[in-house]
């Protein structure tokens, strides 16, 4: 006897689904091979709204907030565009701070508002492997661990996991990545306080 089951998980504080097909002959799972990663279509800037940072006073978990209830624009730039309100804020030594960025730069492993190195990077194949958040860690651990992996098509320009460099998305590596995931994410329990608003 045949079965598929059709497993729907989310993303921690995004949403996004994510699939992981199991199939079965005889009742005995097949291998981990079937395991398969469907990219959500998201861009990197879509894990901005929450960043966990390295507080500047103390080197605790800090948070960049973007979203802080009714949106609060700034336009002086000079050239028309509106800038969002961000708040860093540190739990650990009381820090607060607002501020209307200029630019934003998004990716590499510093945030992209205040430019704060983010709490979640690690040395990994000799490169640096970096998350802006918990459900960014997410989405980079259930990518990396699939061994099937599918893409759809993405109006525009590509998506977050297409752009994910070639040592991360490479079969070789996955162990080291998904270890180094792992210790990133040991350092999330002690987050949690941080990310209170």
Known sequence: MQYEIVRHTRIERT????????????????SDAEDRFRDPLVRVGRFADEVLVRCPRCAACATVLA??????YRTDRGDGRR?????LR????????????LTQ???GPVDPSFRLPLWLQANCCGETLWAYNAGHLDLLESHV??????????PGSMSMVERLP???????????VLRAIRRLRSSLPAVRQCIRK
């Open 105 to 107: 730069v998004i990716g």
């Open 145 to 154: 661990a699939a061994r099937l992996r599918e893409r759809g098509p993405v």
């Open 67 to 72: 979203r802080l209830g009714a949106p609060e």
């Open 83 to 87: 800038m969002t309100r961000k708040r």
């Open 90 to 101: 540190c739990l650990a030594c009381g820090l607060s701070k607002d501020g209307f960025p």
């Open 15 to 30: 949403g996004f689904p994510l699939t992981t097909r199991i199939s079965a002959w005889h009742d005995e799972p097949m």
């Open 166 to 176: 070639a040592w991360l998305k490479s079969a070789k590596n996955r162990d080291e």
